[in-house]
């Protein structure tokens, strides 16, 4: 491939992940239901990472349910489980680290088989923390069912789209009394935000 | 220039502007006062736009308050003022647009002196509303002392820049309570959020 081919390509690649994340912030200042913001980003992160599966794992208590897919069935949803710990979504939030699996991912020793997901089909298997206000809350999950190489890329857009996801949910849950505090300057002065600023 | 070496400079541009908002995003899920942040964007700002002027505006009822910036003196946060449709950045605020400006913004009917501050030296103005929830919440503008023609993917990053900074405000002022709240997967699923689902 020539030098201008393969930089003319990287080029489009690069944008088409600035796209995603301007998406994704455009997601986050419309009104829109969390469910939906969820499925949007599962889609989104699909068509970019052309990959089978996407999954997100919200936090419940010691449990991580299943909250948005492109492969579960609509049955998987709020009652697809794990505990902190248990299979390799389980490991991702005990220890809040990304984990990335190129080939084989079923045959990792962390793995847990669910009959609702074919997870054991895919071979190759990227998550990430979900955190907000610095805490795991939840995980989300992209597979390959061939073998797949996450490129540090890659790796690093999951990270920010964790972070992303943690953002929505605390926004989510905000009601119009706590909007309104929010939105008033006093608010922000006395809470020391301003006060005493000096550069 | 070469074909190859315009490409180059494009693809490095765009990685830092990816980089640019990954920090962005990095600083909303650390649990960093919310004047740190906004301080950190400014610096962000000019570093990668090489403006000469950012200034963050934030809503206050009918009024607009500086609140961050990177040329303005300390005595200038939280006491500058602007009503709602007062000058360039009122005019943002009201109309809920874009403005950019690539000569003599300071010669522009809806211009505003403020003896605080230095813009009527100032040829180019860029200026974003902050949007959270939908609403106008403040102003983000950007200036260049010299003519600059703004390009898209200028104007594009103020936008969103804008309502990121919008989340953040949001994300500000939840206290541990709400937080706590935020985070309960029932809460999400007696909201409706979650119940119903089908795809």
């Known amino acids: 491939m020539s030098k201008v081919r393969e930089l003319e390509l990287r080029l489009s690649r690069i944008e088409e992940e600035l796209h995603l994340f301007q998406k994704i912030s455009r997601l986050m200042v419309r009104e829109v239901p969390l469910r939906q913001e969820l499925e949007s980003i599962v889609e989104l992160l699909v068509e970019y990472l052309e990959c089978d599966s996407c999954i997100i794992y919200l936090k419940e208590r010691t449990d991580l349910v299943l909250c948005a897919s492109n492969i579960a069935p609509a049955s998987a949803v709020g009652n697809v489980r794990l505990t902190i710990g248990e299979g390799l979504t389980g490991w991702v939030a005990k220890n809040r680290r990304l984990l990335s699996i190129s080939r084989e991912a079923y045959k990792d020793s962390r793995f847990k088989k669910f009959q609702q997901l074919d997870a054991d089909t ?13 805490r795991v809350v939840g995980v989300i999950n992209v597979q390959h069912r061939d073998v797949h190489s996450y490129s540090g890329d890659e790796m690093e857009l999951l990270t920010t ?7 929505m949910l605390l926004l989510a849950k905000l009601d119009k009394d706590a909007l309104e505090q929010t939105l008033s300057m006093n608010e922000l002065l006395s809470a020391g935000v301003l006060a005493g600023a000096g550069r």
Chains 1, 2 share one sequence.
Not at 122 to 134: D, G, K, Q
């Open 122 to 134: 895919f071979e190759a298997f990227l998550s990430a923390p979900i955190i907000a206000r610095n």
């Open 161 to 167: 789209i964790g972070e992303q996801i943690g953002c």
